[in-house]
Nanobody, 114 residues
């Protein structure tokens, strides 16, 4: 059974930085991993994704501010978030696409104060 475990959320000031981690158990890296976020009253949206060969994709709202990366040996994906804005406040979820299905983490809260 694949499990995705997020960590690294918290409180930051506008203009600050946070790094999220998504560790996976029970699987190899998989096909791809991504970070989604959901703010109160809004739909969950894709923030960034990275494939098993390192191809990345970003939402327009986070381009040039967020960076997704991976450590294959640690089976972990990171989301480096810089120049944070209050509108980045949301619960951030890790998603794993694997050969056996799609799996979500439990989410981690990111709050950016102005």
């Amino acid at each position: 059974q694949v499990q995705a475990v997020e960590s690294g959320g918290g409180l930051a000031q506008a203009g600050g930085s946070l790094t999220l981690s998504c560790a996976a158990s029970g699987s190899i890296f998989g096909i791809a991993r991504g970070w989604y976020r959901q703010a109160p009253g809004k739909q969950r949206e894709l923030v960034a994704s990275i494939t098993n060969v390192g191809s990345t994709n970003y939402a327009d709202s986070v381009k040039d501010r967020f960076t997704i990366s991976r450590d294959i040996a640690k089976n972990t994906v990171y989301l480096q978030m810089d120049s944070l804005k209050p509108e980045d406040t949301a619960v951030y979820y890790c998603k794993i696409w694997s050969q056996t299905g799609e799996f979500w983490g439990q989410g981690t809260q990111v709050t950016v104060s102005s």
